[in-house]
């Protein structure tokens, strides 16, 4: 499956975004999948992720309560909307997908990914 993230771009604090993932390729509903960022000179980091379905999600804490991942599989597009943005937020955003575990949050969990959206918040 090929990923392509978007929607990505400069924000004051406490703006928001909503980044995009669409996938193309094999059945985007047998795919959990997750979004991963990382800073620059930090190791990349689990953000959130949805289960095949979309019955199930979950966050780092980091992200809790001002994040919100989502996923239309009739359009095999998978959502991160960030509210509340901090610029630790800053950083490539990527989406992953999963064929095996319902709620992954390593990266070793995850067989696809996208090439990443640059998120910057400022002060």
Known sequence: VQLQASGGGLVQAGGSLRLSCA?????????????????????REFVAVISKSGGSTYYAATVEGRFTISRDNAKNTVYLQLNSLKPDDTAVYYCAAGENSPIATMEYEYDYWGQGTQVTVSS
Request: hydrophobic residues 30%; aromatic residues 20%; glycine residues 20%.
């Open 23 to 43: 996938a193309s390729g094999r059945t985007f509903s047998s795919y959990g999948m997750g979004w991963f960022r990382q800073a620059p000179g930090k190791e």
